[in-house]
């Protein structure tokens, strides 16, 4: 069974780079159509998909967010990163990683990991 965890800072000062990293263990990213996602939920909000890698290394952007995102992989680490530019209070959040077969998730799934809370703050 695939498990993911993100990790990285909890607290990211206002117009700084927020950087997350997401472990993938028992299984790997590179497999046959799988999409790696970044999915995020602002306090009392929705989710919100912000972009994806694919198994070919291929990325994926929401176009509200494109111009301030950045997903790469380092495939001997079996991981994936996501870094956002010029964040601001309004990029609070809980993170998340996951794993679908579809580029776009939008609803939790079983491949998801736990969260990790952002807060931007100065």
């Known amino acids: 069974q695939v498990r993911l965890q993100e990790s990285g800072p909890g607290l990211v000062k206002p117009s700084q780079t927020l950087s997350l990293t997401c472990t993938v263990s028992?299984?790997?990213?590179?497999?046959?159509?799988?999409?790696w996602s970044w999915v995020r939920q602002p306090p009392g909000k929705g989710l919100e998909w912000m972009g994806a890698?694919?198994?070919?290394?291929?990325?994926f952007y929401s176009p509200s967010l494109k111009s301030r995102t950045s997903i790469s992989r380092d495939t001997s680490k079996n991981q994936f990163t996501l870094q956002l530019t010029s964040v601001t209070p309004e990029d609070t959040a809980v993170y998340y990683c996951?794993?679908?077969?579809?580029?776009?998730?939008?609803?939790?799934?079983?491949?998801w990991g736990q969260g990790t809370q952002v807060t931007v703050s100065s």
């Open positions: 890698i694919a198994y070919s290394g291929n990325t």
């Open positions: 996951a794993r679908d077969r579809k580029v776009v998730v939008t609803t939790k799934g079983n491949d």
């Open positions: 028992g299984g790997s990213i590179t497999t046959n159509n799988y999409y």
